[in-house]
């Protein structure tokens, strides 16, 4: 059973991954079944209820189900695994970092900060090949001197989607193409008062689903993304499989993915920003970027060798279960 918490159909790097990772166990004939609890009572009695071997606690919802752990292990004789999405200081995570059976971190750069030895770690990172491609877009005179740059994620501070606009609404040469949940708060408020001075030069697409997201990677020029924190960030990888140059913040996940396919700027600043999509404006620069992206890619894991290695893992502790080790 993977544990989770919040609205399992939003579109969100965590969700996908968990998706992925379920029907790859399903596949594979390993049992793994997602649930969604709001507290830990409930997460008891689906438990006590299903009795799993093998329990997986998204990072999620730790403060939910870590208190759970005496109880699972006395009780129901299950293992544990803590799936790290991200970095997080929430009530009970260190508590259950010590004490999972083994613990998954999205990526290397995270899993450094885990405090976890190697013996009960793997780094399992999301795929790059979760959005279709799809032949680049041609574009024609009327496209001459416009810059398309795409970003894609869920509208937040963490993610800089306020800078990234304001850094757009000062290169004019700029298109800025946004893909993800706006959200109903006071920051999607706030972006959208920034943005309704722009006009045409900002299109706002909401969540797609993957075909459309694949059109939208074909007409970019560029991915822009000055996110300030991340346990992987899976768009860069697509954005890379997608050979496009990236512009993102100078952050250590972020670094591991882009390489030299980008250029990487301090975050949470706008004037930066705009000194590096104005640099974007050069074809040869974007070139030579593209092919680092190209090749970047190819280094980065797909989704099937991810999956292979999680499902393996799962069978691993769920035999261990079994013989009650």
Request: with cysteine; hydrophobic share 45%; aromatic share 4%.
């Amino acid at each position: 059973m993977l544990i989770v918490s919040g609205d399992l159909t939003r579109r969100t790097g965590g969700n996908l991954y968990d998706r992925r990772m379920e029907r790859a166990c399903r596949r594979a004939g390993v049992p793994l079944r997602i649930i969604s609890v709001r507290s830990t009572a409930r997460a008891r009695s689906e438990l006590a209820r299903r009795r799993p071997r093998v329990i997986v606690i998204d990072s999620i919802a730790i403060p939910i189900a870590a208190p759970l752990v005496d109880w699972a292990r006395a009780k129901l004789g299950a293992r544990v695994i803590a799936l790290m999405h991200m970095p997080t200081k929430a009530r009970g995570t260190r508590a259950l970092l010590r004490a999972a059976d083994h613990v998954v971190a999205v990526s290397h750069s995270l899993s450094r900060t885990l405090g976890v030895p190697g013996s009960r770690l793997t780094v399992i990172p999301p795929g790059r090949d979760g959005v279709p491609r799809v032949a680049r877009t041609l574009r024609g005179p009327r496209d001459d001197g416009v810059l398309r740059v795409l970003s894609v994620a869920n509208w937040s501070r963490s993610k800089g989607t306020a800078t990234l606009v304001a850094a757009a609404a000062l290169v004019p040469e700029v298109h800025l193409d946004l893909v993800g949940d706006m959200g109903a708060g006071a920051y999607g408020a706030a972006v959208r008062a920034r943005i309704s001075g722009m006009g045409a030069r900002v299109a706002i697409h909401g969540t797609l689903g993957a075909g459309a997201l694949a059109r939208r990677y074909a007409e970019a020029d560029v991915f822009a993304l000055p996110t300030e924190r991340e346990g992987y960030g899976t768009v860069f990888a697509e954005a890379l499989e997608h050979g496009l140059p990236i512009v993102a913040s100078n952050i250590a996940p972020v670094r591991a993915i882009v390489g030299a396919a980008g250029l990487l700027v301090r975050p949470r600043r706008v004037r930066p920003l705009v000194s590096a999509l104005r640099l974007m404006s050069d074809t040869w620069l974007r070139r030579r970027l593209a092919r680092n992206a190209r090749s970047r890619a190819r280094a980065l894991p797909s989704w099937a060798a991810s999956q292979r290695v999680f499902v393996d893992l799962l069978r691993s502790e769920m035999r261990a279960a079994i013989a009650g080790r």
